[in-house]
């Protein structure tokens, strides 16, 4: 314990006293104190009832408060409030020193003992341990103080055995909400306190097993191997280890014994056990075969007096030719990070949620996690060993805001080697870990170097990680963040450094994101040393909260009046925060997925299959191939797949004829990859891989205007132009240079008038100030989201109609010029052709196109082109092209912040019908950008919240001749420039087609636009 003058929860160099050394964990029988607890929150530790452990005090009066629980979620702690910062602390940074307004939970229950509990002659140690605390708390048991402990993400042991008795006994903790600690615990997350894992009292002989390490070292082909177990006696009995020995077996999961042994310990009461093997069963991601370690001690008179039993995995992570290898072969990291949060309950994560992530990564090729930036719960890592997920444990560290400063600190020394070491000692016999990492983001200091050398003495069979290291020698990977595409490259290829790179952050999913990863992966598969990396991060951290009317939403950042914040910047996840998948996920499982395909020659039929994978061949899945003919099956079969060893790649004959198929349309081929069988994280039928290819395009003869035996009539009248052409009516107003009317039947489809656009409700890209790109800043500094609209009308010698539109700035020193051409044929089809040229300074708008509104009963979507979901320039790959159908409202996703969503790119047509079939179609000249929803942009970019968003009266509908990809730019490299609108003129066309029920947009399509040139 430090001095009076300085309290431990102030103290960097006190991590912690009465605590128990941390080792393996095991499973034990133990009375579990999770439940009610009584709870009183005071404003600082100094206004803490003085009496706040005593054994007898009458704490009838205080608040109930569930443990494991968050207390700013909960109705006892809610005078407190969650916050969330990502890199400034939520105080004036000065370490070690933290506000005197410091919120500190008292929490007090009790448990019964029995005499069979404390053991025969009350020979048994009885202790407690917290599974994790934050941010630190002091512990007493029966009004006696036993121990204090700080490491937020980490169980506390404390023997208790001297403060218990038979029958009720107290247990009262004191937890603080900020410490000096909190200054390596600044991890971009809520911060949030209290007791969040869970509690429980258990017993162990006087004389016990203290520590189990296994480890196995394979050989020669990395078929034989070597494993040692080694085992450690404690006892608070002078001569207890006299006469014990260790009896080890290692059984298969059969249960069948494959190793048996006995040891004798030595005077420091440790043993080791070694068993050589010529050949045995090793653990993959791909087949996570554990095998089951049972040491027992046994006394000098042959009784068993204490066991520990775990499921261990057999492998061995090497670095060999510059690669990061496991059992001799090299990985692929197809990685996410990974924070514990529930929207509900903030840090406390159940098994099942920690199992439905798993399973969820799983379904979507993710094989690794990195556990940002904090170690997990056990059950998480054994989770990860069970369904076969590697793993980069990290240290509870990360002082990003004030960055290098504690590193380079003495005073903070211990608390950086505990972290790091308390973290190898628990999970030591992890197989799915198979790197350490140092922490994150705390700059570089002796610290660093200090950690380093005690984990390479501790642990060598592990490669040690930390960004931002660089390429200093403490570290065995390079592990660059967000790099750009050139910078990973470069990496790649340094002729000095040949350690493995792999990216501990890169993709940025904030919101509508990910729009490069397809450049990103095949840069990775190029290069030898590339191997992957982690997408930042795994699922948004919001909290659930409930409007009046009860809709549900999700909360960040200032949310709970909470100053400092950083706002909606933890909302960077592949998921929602009750993880429901993003869009992007579908992206992300493609370019992870286990098996390559290449299709060398279409006329041929000739296909590439890879096989991706470390470890097995390809006999697991079930593979077919399709071919559609606009959007419908023309010809099918399947895939004989001889065997095709893990990392190599053979040519298959795939038996399609595409001399039968209809020279006009579109014809892909689709491939897929089934499991026919069920896995633990997948049901039977699941698809592992897919990819698609066009085989044979459109021969398509452009019909020439067809002659009409009608007479359009066309009127003017205040402003407004009118063509009558049978039963089809087009109005413009001359003054916006727009369509306001398309009437068939008496019937307008149109709601809004169709006017040029180049803004998009910003995406947290385009809006995020963390980023390189900033793109929402450059576009507002020159007015882009405020251009001032002109328009004129030309008259055609064709008979068609011109507008020209210039959107500048006041200045005129920005803008866009657009014309528009329309032409009404006899089939009732009104073809538009656009253009577009920059004016002024040279930009990159976040679009090119019109936008406008269908009728709001038009509200069945069916399109042509990749779905179901939304798409992008950089984004669409993942997706197929077919032909899709949804309700126009649905079409956008509901990000948490209300963004740009609902896109789908590359569309051939598309169609808007109501209820009886009767509708409109956009036929597109090329593909081209659409977008269909009830939110206008300015709605969307208004809203702070997805259920601020006010829907609108009609359809809302954007037709681009180009729109701007996503990027990462949020945290790194922002929009690739093959996905940047280029400041260079731009055309297309499309046609606005009256349907009537029974209308098949096929046969328009097959017949495409007229070959007219306005």
């Not at 001690?297 to 066991?307: A, F, H, S, Y």
């Not at 400063?405 to 016999?429: C, G, H, L, Y």
């Not at 009256?994 to 306005?1014: E, F, I, K, N, Q």
Request: hydrophobic share 35%; net charge negative.
């Amino acid at each position: 314990m430090t001095s009076p003058d300085v309290p431990d929860w102030l103290d960097p160099t006190i991590v912690g006293w009465g605590r128990e050394p941390m080792s393996a964990h095991r499973s034990r029988d133990e009375i579990g104190l999770d439940g009610q607890w009584h709870f009183l929150l005071t404003a600082s530790p100094e206004s803490s009832p003085s009496d706040w452990h005593a054994r007898d005090l009458d704490d009838s009066e205080w608040s109930r408060i569930a443990v494991p629980a968050n207390w700013q979620l909960t109705e006892a702690g809610s005078d407190d409030i969650p916050i969330y910062t990502n890199v400034q602390y939520p105080w004036p940074a000065d370490p070690p020193k933290v506000p005197s307004e410091n919120p500190t939970g008292h929490y007090r229950t009790s448990f019964h003992l029995s005499e069979e509990q404390f053991g025969i002659d009350m020979s048994n140690d009885i202790l407690v341990t917290f599974g994790g605390v934050d941010s630190c708390f002091h512990l007493a048991v029966n009004g006696e103080m036993v121990g204090f402990s700080s490491d937020s993400r980490l169980p506390s042991t404390f023997d208790i055995t001297q403060h218990c008795h038979v029958g009720e006994n107290t247990v009262a903790a004191r937890v603080y909400r900020w410490s000096a600690s909190s200054y390596l615990e600044g991890q971009d997350m809520w911060w949030l306190s209290g007791i969040h894992r869970s509690v429980g009292v258990w017993s162990r002989p006087a004389t016990h097993i203290a520590d189990v390490q296994f480890r196995s070292d394979l050989r020669n082909d990395n078929t034989a191997c070597d494993i040692t177990v080694t085992a450690k006696i404690a006892s608070r009995l002078a001569t207890a280890i006299l006469g014990m020995k260790f009896a080890i077996r290692l059984l298969d999961a059969t249960g069948t014994e494959i190793a048996v042994g006995t040891v004798l310990p030595d005077t420091s009461g440790i043993a080791m056990a070694r068993f050589e093997f010529d050949s045995i069963r090793t653990w993959w991601p791909e087949d996570p075969y554990l095998h089951q370690l049972v040491v027992s001690l046994i006394d000098g008179e042959g009784n068993l007096t204490d066991e520990h039993s775990e499921r261990v995995g057999v492998r061995t992570v090497r670095i060999e030719s510059s690669q990061l290898t496991v059992n001799g072969r090299p990985v692929e990291i197809r990685g996410v990070n990974r924070h514990d949060h529930d929207p509900d309950t903030g840090k406390v994560i159940s098994e099942a949620s920690m199992r439905r992530d798993i399973e969820l990564m799983k379904r979507h090729n993710i094989n690794a996690v990195r556990t940002a930036h904090y170690p997990n719960d056990h059950r998480f890592l054994e989770l990860c060993d069970e369904y076969g997920m590697f793993v980069f444990g990290e240290a509870n560290i990360e002082s990003h805001g004030v960055w290098g400063q504690p590193a380079s600190d003495p005073i903070w020394e211990t608390q950086f080697v505990q972290r790091v070491s308390r973290m190898v000692e628990r999970d030591k016999n992890r197989a799915s870990v198979i790197v350490w990492s140092l922490g994150n983001e705390s700059g570089y200091g002796v610290n660093h170097d200090i950690a380093a050398a005690w984990l390479r003495a501790r642990d060598s069979s592990r490669p040690i990680h930390y960004h931002p290291a660089g390429n200093r020698s403490s570290v065995d990977l390079i592990a660059p963040m967000y790099p750009s595409l050139g910078e990973l490259s470069s990496l790649g290829r340094d002729p000095v450094d040949d350690r493995p790179v792999i990216m501990c952050e890169y993709a940025h999913a904030m919101g509508n994101s990910s729009g490069n990863l397809d450049e990103y992966w095949s840069t990775v598969r190029s290069m030898h040393r590339l191997q992957g990396g982690f997408i930042w991060d795994w699922s948004d951290q919001g909290l659930r909260r409930t409007a009046d009317d009860d809709t549900e939403w999700f909360a960040y950042g200032g949310d709970y009046g909470d100053q400092p914040n950083d706002g909606p910047f933890c909302m960077n996840g592949l998921t929602d925060p009750d993880r429901i998948p993003h869009p992007a996920m579908t992206q992300v499982k493609f370019v992870y997925q286990p098996v390559g395909f290449e299709l060398v020659s279409p006329r041929t039929g000739t296909l590439r299959i890879s096989n991706r994978q470390q470890w097995l061949d390809l006999a697991m899945y079930d593979f077919h191939w399709t071919i559609e003919s606009a959007g419908r099956r023309a010809q099918s079969g399947t895939i004989e797949v001889s065997t095709i060893p893990a990392g190599t790649s053979v040519d298959i004959k795939l038996g399609y004829d595409l001399r039968g198929l209809v020279a006009n349309q579109e014809h892909w081929l689709t491939l897929t990859a089934i499991r026919p069988a069920r896995t633990r994280w997948a049901p039977s039928g699941h698809e592992v891989a897919s990819a698609q290819f066009r085989v044979h395009g459109p021969t398509r003869r452009r019909p020439t205007p067809r002659p009409s035996s009608k007479t359009r009539e066309q009127t003017s009248s205040d402003g407004i132009v009118s063509w009558r052409l049978g039963d089809v009516q087009v109005r413009f107003d001359e003054q916006l240079g727009a369509m306001t009317s398309f009437i068939a039947e008496g019937r307008d489809f149109v709601a809004a008038p169709f006017i040029p656009n180049v803004w998009r409700a910003p995406t947290s890209n385009d809006a995020a100030t963390f980023g390189e790109e900033q793109a929402l800043r450059a576009w507002k500094e020159i007015g882009l989201d405020s251009l001032r609209h002109s328009a004129s009308m030309t008259q055609l010698d064709d008979g068609g109609l011109r507008f020209d539109h210039r959107l500048v700035t006041d200045d005129d020193a920005v803008g866009f010029g657009f014309r528009f051409d329309h032409h009404l044929f006899a089939s009732g089809m009104l073809m538009v052709t656009a253009k577009a040229r920059p004016l002024g300074r040279h930009l990159m708008a976040p679009r090119l196109g019109q936008v406008g509104g269908f009728d709001v009963d038009l509200a069945d979507l069916e399109w042509f082109g990749p779905g179901p979901g939304e798409t992008y320039s950089d984004r669409h790959t993942g997706s197929r092209v077919g032909r899709y159908a949804g309700r126009a409202e649905s079409q956008h996703h509901p990000y948490a912040v209300p963004q740009e969503s609902g896109n789908h790119h590359a569309v051939r047509w598309a169609t808007l019908r109501d209820a009886t079939g009767a509708g409109v179609m956009v036929l597109s000249g090329s593909p081209l950008d659409m977008n269909f929803s009830r939110r206008t942009d300015a709605e969307v970019e208004s809203a702070t919240h997805e259920h601020l968003v006010q829907t609108a009266g009609h359809v809302v509908t954007h037709i681009d001749g180009r729109h701007r990809g996503l990027g990462n730019g949020s945290c790194g490299p922002g929009v690739l420039d093959t996905y940047v609108i280029e400041p260079l003129p731009a055309a297309w066309r499309y046609g606005l087609i009256p349907l009537d029920p029974t209308a098949d947009p096929m046969s328009h399509a097959v017949r495409g636009l007229p070959g007219h040139d306005a």
